[in-house]
């Protein structure tokens, strides 16, 4: 699918559009019959848990009216298809309820609507028969789809029960380490030094250092001493009262930095125990992968999605492999270079028994290769 703007097309034009839906931001993209993309846009979350069912769909009418009005069409021309691959919309009953309010408050938008959870646009950008999908950003999931729509997945229930692999853990598990050394509760994996990390953690929380000043007065002098220590209650706030994930996880940029710059050992270990981490979700699947997708050329396909997992690769790719070794199956993982939108206006397309020409080979990258020999 090329990615060329025409903002010439008019109303006759048979159009499809595609949402890729997040929980911070959100992308639309407009294609015509023959593949061309001719108006994208932008919105805010449209995760119906996080902004409510009523922000959700204001939130798609409004990406989708000005995607219309950019690929010189009115708000009234009804697209052909409207695929929606949305962060919260792994439910049928959430899916139903969303496609039952835009049809209600916005019946001239499409002929056809369809709604999935945001990892099938995914690997639907990258493949045209099934793949598999691993996250690692503020959170982590991994999910399989194969070619007879089955999908099971592993992961993604949140910080309270997994994100295993992700921003949010990797921070989680500096901090823990940091604070059970200083406790005494624990020592440091392998006895690594943790200054550099304990450093890191308590300049990115703010924990401040304190001067306790001491004079002693005796009889023929007096003694003037003084200590540092750090007010380690600094990062409560953070942690409890006014908790953000997203910020927590925001640690890991410094560690990950941390880490290339210097090589610390913990730094390093604690980006190789996430790189098994993430591997372990894979392993968990592949005895639930059709065989097709595990016996193709390069095995199983992967597309890597999330900041931590694309940007911290080299730092994840050890444990990553150690833990890869374990099975008896190649991995091919790829990186997209286009938005998910399309995947999801493609899967929309062919719910409602359209075809459109597609170059999967402009939608990905490789990014690494495992061959199981």
């Keep these: ?120 646009g995914s690997i639907a950008t990258a493949f045209p028969k099934g793949g598999m999908v691993l996250i690692s950003g503020t959170g982590s999931n991994c999910q399989v789809l194969n070619p007879s729509g089955d999908s099971p997945r592993c992961g993604g229930w949140g910080h309270m029960l997994g994100d295993e692999g992700s921003g949010y853990s990797i921070a989680h598990k500096a901090i823990k380490i940091v604070y059970d050394a200083e406790d005494g509760m624990a020592d440091p994996p392998h006895e690594y030094d943790i200054a550099l990390v304990k450093k890191a ?31 380690r209650f600094d990062i409560l706030n953070y942690i409890y009262e006014d908790f953000k994930k997203c910020h927590i996880a925001g640690l890991c940029k410094t560690l990950a930095d941390l880490a290339v710059s210097t090589k610390d050992p913990l730094c390093c270990h604690i980006f190789h125990q996430a790189g098994a981490d993430l591997a372990r979700h894979v392993k968990a699947l592949i005895p639930k992968a059709d065989k097709s997708l595990l016996e193709q050329k390069g095995g199983i396909h ?41 995947g999801a206006l493609l899967l929309g397309a062919e719910s409602a028994g359209l075809a459109l020409p597609v170059d999967y080979s402009t939608h990905s990258t490789l990014m690494y290769e495992y061959d199981k020999c």
């Design 302 to 342: 992967i597309v890597a999605v999330g900041s931590v997992l694309t940007k911290a690769w080299d730092l994840l790719k050890d444990g990553f492999v150690e833990v890869l070794r374990e099975t008896d199956v190649s991995v091919t993982m790829v990186k997209l270079k286009v938005s998910s939108a399309i």
């Design 201 to 231: 953690v308590y300049q990115y929380f703010n924990v401040k250092c304190l001067t306790i000043v001491c004079v002693c007065v005796c009889v023929c002098y007096t003694v003037h001493c003084s200590t540092q220590m750090t007010n």
């Design 1 to 120: 699918m090329r990615r060329r703007l025409n903002m010439a097309d008019g109303a006759g034009r048979r159009l499809f559009c595609g949402i890729e839906g997040g929980g911070t931001a959100s992308d639309a993209v407009i294609v015509n019959a023959d593949g061309r993309v001719v108006a994208e846009s932008r919105g805010g979350c449209t995760n119906p848990w996080a902004v409510g069912f009523d922000g959700a769909v204001e939130t798609i009418h409004s990406m989708v009216s000005e995607a219309k009005k950019k690929a010189g069409v009115p708000e009234s021309h009804l697209l052909e298809s409207l695929g929606m691959c949305l962060s919260g919309g792994e439910q049928t009953q959430a899916q139903e309820r969303i496609i039952s309010q835009l049809k209600e408050r916005y019946p001239n938008t499409t002929r056809h609507y369809l709604v999935r959870t945001d990892t099938f």
